[in-house]
């Protein structure tokens, strides 16, 4: 099979991340015989370093006309200190969604057996814990009216859900819900926004196509509580942009590192798959960042965009193995023991499918 996928490094980190998840999934298409193409383009301050822009046109035409977007990290330290910046890398991110139409982002969090130990929870509250988030991703707070008003002095963003954007979203989430456990919460605080009892009211409505499914409605930060207290109760959980950007990076440490989990978002075009860790620019250039997120993205990737399961299983297989063995990053580093350069596990990885 052909895959015709294109290649968006970012910054940061990104680049070398990227790197790693292409020399696996080259080795993937040999060992299955596939034949990929990788069509680089540049997104993030990349971008508006090159062109001006964190998101150029050109780009947006690589990723229409691909199969699939491989994703590394956007930001870079230099806008994050300076509020005034005309342009930001992030803007770049939430252009690229919203063209492409990813209104839903998948965002998986799971133990690896070998790694229990290395989360900063209890064994016992974690252990089992397999759930997956689908955050909305093109509405909200992130994309409402915004701006400034009283010379300055007051600054507003505001937040506006349809019920399609709701339905739509929910939908992907009933129909995940039925292919695991058919437990479903949506989260939300409908005990205080217009917006949560908009998104309750039509998640209600939706129970009725849906009989086999078991919904539950949270609030938010009774969820951030339970997260950490019995990840292992949840299954799929729904909820808008903001919760679920912040309740993402929240459960992703239940995993033992960041650096461990994939995502995909989803939508009207082409997927995109990338690692949920941010740019790391602390790390940059250092070959230190831990590579199996975007490896795993990968995976996802195979999976969903080219319905290619053995070599997504391959791949999560050699991941496995390569915990198992000590074969780790310094973020998942036991004291003591030895660690691995980012290119090095990568070269495991490659060496051992
Ligand atoms: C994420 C990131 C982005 C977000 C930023 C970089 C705009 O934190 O993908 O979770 O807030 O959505
Ligand atoms: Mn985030």
Redesign the pocket.
Known sequence: MKLNIALLAGDGIGPEVINEAVKVSDAIAKKFNHEIVWTPALTGACAIDAVGVPYPDETHEICMKADAVLFGA??HPKYDNNPSAAVRP?QG??LMRKKLGLFANVRPTFTFPSLIDNSPLKRERIEGTDLVFLRELTGGIYFGEKGRKDHGETAFDTCTYTRAEVQRLAKKGFELAMTRTKKLCCVDKANVLETSRLWRETVQAMEKDYPEVTVSYEFVDAVAMRLVQWPNSYDVLITENLFG?ILTDEASVISGSMGLMPSASVGEHTSLYEP?H?SYPQATGLNIANPLATVLSAAMMFEDAFKLTAEAEAIRDVVNKSLEQGIVTEDLAIKGAKTYSTSEVGDWLVANL
């Open positions: 956007i930001g992030e991110l939430l950007d949920i941010g």
